[in-house]
């Protein structure tokens, strides 16, 4: 891959996780466009560049490949498009490997849901309102609209100098998100067809307050600025206002409002455990527990959230988690002989409390299952030293 390639990536990873990217919504009944005041040349520039920013998110090793995931997304996607009156391109659903918060839509109705808050939701219902309101932004070329209001603050040759130049390095549709934003107009109208459009479908729309109510808590628990999918404009008090209006406007009478939860946990439990392995890795200890009890609920016999289990405690330290993190490791080692990394998990500890017999012993059994593993030659050395010092 070459380096303007890599680099793009970067650039690209780097607004994604900044939450520069914006969110969006659906509607039933969706009128004709209009009065977006974006040149033809500069849409079919920003439908352009969405496509090669695509393509290389594909190249960077962000997407979470999982064929049967994608195809239940995309099943629900379409679900809800039935019931709009648009002609266009029904819009698709890829997952992002990226524990923040996040979901946004490119103006070519490529909608991005990251692996942080799919392994959040409870049911299919709050994935429906997700992705609700990431249509409706497509729908309604909320991305267009945006960037017009963005063309129209230009001012002079020197402005439109600078903002070419972006565009150039970062792709219009990134620019757009990054500097623009959506008016709290436009997210108010996502939130508010959005709804109608879960509702029309057949969801409890109620779910919205549920789902806005405990991704709220997890951003104060987490002490992290809010994620992008709640919006610029309004903030995530504003949007449960929205949905709590919409909700007293529109009274759910006979409480059969679709849920889908069994499903909806069945297709998504791998990307718990995937997503509490980056939040742990992103130094989210709180965040990580609660994916790794979420998962428990439904497998109690998979060696990798033992292991994980084990990680966590390893954040908090002290003689009471070292005891835990041994257990949790011979847990995992105990549902499956031959994964590796609870044995090095074991074998470091060990080392560094220079319990040298045990720590030889847990490296062994290491290389033994893993004898072509990349850190190879850095257990070696532990060995040696274990095997100098144990004598």
């Given at each position: 891959m070459?380096?303007?390639?890599?680099?793009?990536?970067?650039?690209?990873?780097?607004?994604?996780?900044?939450?520069f990217?914006?969110?969006?919504?659906a509607?039933?009944?969706?009128?004709?466009?209009h009065?977006d005041?974006?040149?033809?040349?500069n849409?079919?520039?920003?439908?352009?560049?969405?496509?090669n920013?695509?393509?290389i998110?594909?190249?960077?090793g962000?997407?979470?490949?999982?064929?049967e995931?994608?195809?239940?997304?995309?099943?629900v996607?379409?679900?809800?498009?039935?019931?709009?009156l648009?002609?266009?391109t029904?819009?698709?659903?890829?997952?992002?490997?990226d524990?923040?918060l996040?979901?946004?839509?490119?103006?070519?109705g490529?909608?991005?849901?990251?692996?942080g808050?799919l392994?959040?939701l409870?049911n299919?219902a709050?994935?429906a309102?997700?992705?609700a309101h990431?249509m409706?932004?497509?729908?309604?070329?909320?991305?267009?609209k945006a960037?017009?209001?963005?063309?129209?603050?230009?001012v002079?040759?020197?402005?439109?100098?600078?903002?070419?130049d972006?565009l150039n390095?970062l792709g219009a549709?990134?620019?757009?998100?990054?500097?623009?934003?959506?008016?709290?107009?436009?997210?108010?109208?996502a939130d508010?067809?959005?709804?109608?459009?879960v509702?029309?479908a057949?969801?409890?729309p109620?779910?919205?307050?549920?789902?806005?109510?405990?991704l709220k808590?997890e951003?104060?628990?987490?002490?992290?600025?809010?994620?992008?999918f709640?919006g610029?404009?309004p903030?995530?008090?504003?949007?449960?206002?929205?949905?709590e209006?919409f909700?007293?406007s529109?009274?759910?009478t006979d409480?059969?409002g679709?849920l889908?939860?069994?499903?909806?946990?069945?297709?998504?439990?791998?990307?718990?455990?995937?997503?509490a392995?980056l939040?742990?890795?992103?130094?989210r200890?709180?965040?990580?527990?609660?994916?790794?009890?979420?998962?428990?609920d439904?497998?109690k016999n998979?060696?990798?959230v033992?292991?994980?289990?084990g990680?966590?405690?390893?954040l908090k330290?002290?003689?009471?988690a070292?005891?835990k993190?041994?257990?949790?490791?011979?847990?995992?080692?105990?549902?499956?002989?031959?994964y590796p990394e609870?044995?090095?998990?074991i074998?470091?500890?060990?080392?560094k409390?220079e319990k040298?017999?045990?720590?030889?012993?847990?490296?062994?059994?290491?290389?033994a299952?893993?004898?072509?593993?990349?850190?190879?030659?850095?257990?070696l050395e532990?060995l040696?030293?274990c095997?100098?010092e144990g004598?």
């Amino acid at each position: 891959m070459g380096k303007r390639i890599i680099r793009r990536i970067k650039d690209i990873v780097f607004l994604i996780i900044l939450g520069f990217f914006i969110s969006g919504c659906a509607t039933s009944g969706l009128q004709p466009l209009h009065g977006d005041s974006v040149s033809k040349g500069n849409k079919l520039t920003l439908i352009e560049q969405a496509e090669n920013e695509e393509a290389i998110l594909e190249e960077s090793g962000f997407i979470y490949n999982n064929h049967e995931l994608e195809a239940y997304l995309n099943d629900v996607v379409k679900r809800l498009y039935a019931h709009t009156l648009q002609t266009q391109t029904i819009p698709r659903v890829k997952v992002i490997k990226d524990p923040h918060l996040n979901a946004f839509v490119f103006p070519n109705g490529m909608i991005y849901i990251h692996t942080g808050i799919l392994s959040r939701l409870d049911n299919e219902a709050q994935l429906a309102i997700i992705l609700a309101h990431e249509m409706i932004h497509y729908m309604h070329r909320h991305s267009f609209k945006a960037f017009g209001g963005y063309e129209r603050h230009q001012v002079g040759q020197k402005s439109q100098g600078r903002l070419k130049d972006l565009l150039n390095r970062l792709g219009a549709t990134l620019s757009m998100a990054a500097m623009a934003g959506y008016s709290q107009a436009l997210e108010t109208q996502a939130d508010v067809e959005g709804m109608a459009l879960v509702a029309t479908a057949g969801y409890d729309p109620r779910e919205a307050i549920r789902l806005f109510g405990h991704l709220k808590r997890e951003v104060k628990t987490e002490h992290f600025k809010e994620p992008l999918f709640f919006g610029i404009h309004p903030r995530i008090d504003k949007r449960i206002d929205n949905c709590e209006n919409f909700i007293l406007s529109h009274p759910v009478t006979d409480n059969k409002g679709l849920l889908n939860q069994d499903i909806f946990l069945e297709k998504t439990r791998e990307v718990i455990l995937v997503n509490a392995f980056l939040d742990l890795k992103a130094g989210r200890f709180q965040s990580a527990r609660r994916c790794a009890v979420k998962y428990l609920d439904f497998n109690k016999n998979d060696a990798r959230v033992y292991y994980l289990m084990g990680e966590i405690f390893k954040l908090k330290g002290g003689a009471v988690a070292n005891n835990k993190m041994i257990g949790f490791y011979e847990k995992a080692i105990a549902l499956d002989p031959i994964y590796p990394e609870p044995y090095r998990a074991i074998g470091l500890l060990h080392y560094k409390d220079e319990k040298w017999g045990l720590a030889k012993k847990a490296f062994e059994s290491y290389l033994a299952v893993s004898p072509h593993n990349q850190d190879r030659a850095y257990i070696l050395e532990y060995l040696e030293k274990c095997q100098t010092e144990g004598v």
